[in-house]
């Protein structure tokens, strides 16, 4: 039987324990529905706990399950590369993850017997912390901070509440639950003490549900587009770690590779694509081949006669390269020159090593088939920088990708969603898919199942005007005015009880 003094353990140990599950790993299984578990046993843990006792040993919990779950996610070709990156990454990542409980065990104390407004303690505090890290930094919603609160374990209605307030509602919704539970918890499930809190969550609950059921009830027919996603299969099997293109400088056997690219581009093209869509890194060259290469590109989209979203990276001489995104027009004309704004890496390590990021710009175009946006991978994990394409009205993103580690999930799926354009994403190495609008998949692809690396798509032409453009990160900011105005209160509370105890002393003392 377990004593109340060892609750706090098991508190520690489920939290933790189950934390590890809500990561994309290697030595753990990804379950869904871990994410609802595991922060309400952590948030339990940390509340219970001497407050300096708490903070600590709650960092060290998450430094430990993210340090355990992500080991050797990210292999280099070199143990040590992947031991320091790893390291270093699934720390910072701890870090972040932590900050939230640390603040929520700082000022929920105050605010303990304040009914609703302390079980909104926590839901402030989270999404006021992740949106301040999500400005700049190396992760992004797709990779590591946010990424759990996406994930399909509710139905795709649940979903639909992006696109009024962005990311930022699902984790104010999420840590709310975690909260709530909590305060049942505190209060022994009192009915009388519950109540209203207990209605005013349901009711938010099932509004947003009730949203997203009307939002995905419209089954009119649309207008659409085929689009081919095209990822280029090894042909001896051996899939190139993106590690080792950066840290020996590999490049592609050109003539080969431009011949790979123009069959496949003939074949979608033969089976009625429009647009043709190929994987992030589809050539990776030195700088005095990129006249040469763009020349090839343009040649095999005026012959092919398809609008051609063609991706490549080049190393400079004597300093860093590009990533970049190409989208040509049946007529050889590029359209769209853009350059991949967030890499991944840190420091000397990916792709901060040897590419310069491109300008804070998204760039897009008018077409027969609607307002064509383009990204690279990693650059749609930051709902600020996105929003670009949702104030542009862009109706099609085509966002290819060089997955690593290996996904075997829609990454960005809810990106679409929130700014209210279909989504394309052929992935090297993970899994390529289509979108409509509100994030319902049209197909999908896993790299390590098809012959011909091709997927076909019809996408809709026109995407949805929806909401979280227009006001933003709105929810993000209000909460991080709330977490100041909450410390704010304390402190002057505590200085106003200071100058009434003063007078007091200076009494006892005479």
């Known amino acids: 039987?377990?004593?109340?003094?060892?609750?706090?353990?098991?508190?520690?140990?489920?939290?933790?324990?189950?934390?590890?599950?809500?990561?994309?790993?290697?030595?753990?299984?990804?379950?869904?529905?871990?994410?609802?578990?595991?922060?309400?046993?952590?948030?339990?843990?940390?509340?219970?706990?001497?407050?300096?006792?708490?903070?600590?040993?709650?960092?060290?919990?998450?430094?430990?399950?993210?340090?355990?779950?992500?080991?050797?996610?990210?292999?280099?070709?070199?143990?040590?590369?992947?031991?320091?990156?790893?390291?270093?990454r699934s720390t910072l990542l701890a870090i972040i993850w932590f900050l939230p409980f640390m603040m929520d065990r700082l000022i929920y104390p105050r605010y303990k017997n304040k009914g609703i407004i302390s079980t909104l303690i926590f839901p402030i505090v989270t999404t006021a912390m992740f949106y301040i890290t999500s400005l700049e930094g190396p992760f992004d919603d797709g990779g590591g901070t946010l990424s759990s609160f996406s994930y399909d374990y509710h139905s795709l209605a649940f979903n639909q509440v992006r696109s009024l307030f962005g990311v930022w509602i699902l984790v104010f919704i999420h840590s709310w639950l975690y909260a709530m539970v909590n305060f049942l918890w505190e209060n022994e499930f009192n009915w009388k003490a519950i109540r209203i809190p207990s209605l005013v969550f349901a009711m938010v609950f099932v509004a947003v549900f009730i949203y997203g059921g009307v939002k995905i009830s419209d089954n009119a027919e649309k207008e659409t587009v085929k689009i081919a996603a095209i990822v280029l299969v090894p042909e001896d099997g051996e899939i190139i770690p993106m590690s080792r293109i950066f840290d020996t400088r590999t490049t592609s056997p050109f003539e080969e590779t431009i011949s790979k690219i123009e069959m496949l581009t003939n074949k979608a093209v033969g089976q009625g694509a429009k647009i043709v869509s190929f994987q992030e890194f589809a050539m990776v060259i030195e700088y005095k081949e990129e006249d040469r290469l763009k020349t090839e590109y343009q040649r095999i989209a005026m012959e092919s006669n398809a609008f051609l979203s063609i991706t490549y990276a080049y190393f400079g001489d004597n300093e860093k390269g590009e990533n970049k995104h190409l989208f040509i027009n049946g007529k050889g004309e590029i359209l769209l020159d853009y350059t991949k704004r967030?890499?991944?890496?840190?420091?000397?390590?990916?792709?901060?090593?040897?590419?310069?990021?491109?300008?804070?710009?998204?760039?897009?175009?008018?077409?027969?088939?609607?307002?064509?946006?383009?990204?690279?991978?990693?650059?749609?994990?930051?709902?600020?920088?996105?929003?670009?394409?949702?104030?542009?009205?862009?109706?099609?993103?085509?966002?290819?990708?060089?997955?690593?580690?290996?996904?075997?999930?829609?990454?960005?799926?809810?990106?679409?969603?929130?700014?209210?354009?279909?989504?394309?994403?052929?992935?090297?190495?993970?899994?390529?898919?289509?979108?409509?609008?509100?994030?319902?998949?049209?197909?999908?692809?896993?790299?390590?199942?098809?012959?011909?690396?091709?997927?076909?798509?019809?996408?809709?032409?026109?995407?949805?005007?929806?909401?979280?453009?227009?006001?933003?990160?709105?929810?993000?900011?209000?909460?991080?005015?709330?977490?100041?105005?909450?410390?704010?209160?304390?402190?002057?509370?505590?200085?106003?009880?200071?100058?009434?105890?003063?007078?007091?002393?200076?009494?006892?003392?005479?």
Request: net charge positive; charged share 15%; with cysteine.
């Open 342 to 510: 967030y890499l991944l890496g840190i420091g000397d390590f990916g792709e901060t090593a040897v590419f310069r990021k491109g300008a804070e710009i998204i760039q897009s175009a008018e077409t027969p088939y609607g307002t064509i946006g383009i990204t690279i991978c990693k650059d749609m994990g930051y709902p600020s920088f996105i929003r670009q394409a949702g104030k542009q009205g862009v109706d099609i993103m085509l966002n290819p990708s060089y997955d690593w580690p290996r996904s075997s999930t829609p990454w960005y799926l809810t990106g679409a969603i929130e700014n209210g354009f279909s989504f394309v994403r052929p992935s090297y190495n993970g899994y390529s898919y289509a979108s409509d609008y509100n994030g319902k998949l049209i197909a999908h692809m896993n790299f390590n199942e098809t012959k011909d690396g091709i997927m076909y798509a019809d996408v809709p032409t026109k995407g949805v005007k929806v909401l979280y453009p227009r006001i933003g990160d709105l929810l993000g900011w209000t909460s991080l005015i709330a977490m100041f105005l909450l410390i704010g209160l304390i402190i002057f509370t505590e200085r106003n009880l200071a100058k009434t105890l003063e007078p007091t002393a200076q009494n006892k003392n005479k």
């Open 1 to 88: 039987m377990i004593t109340k003094k060892h609750l706090p353990i098991v508190y520690f140990l489920l939290g933790f324990g189950i934390f590890m599950f809500t990561r994309l790993s290697n030595l753990v299984p990804f379950i869904n529905i871990a994410i609802l578990i595991a922060p309400i046993f952590i948030l339990r843990f940390i509340r219970t706990q001497p407050r300096k006792k708490g903070v600590w040993l709650t960092l060290l919990g998450f430094i430990l399950s993210m340090n355990i779950a992500l080991w050797g996610l990210f292999n280099f070709d070199e143990q040590w590369m992947t031991i320091v990156f790893g390291g270093i």
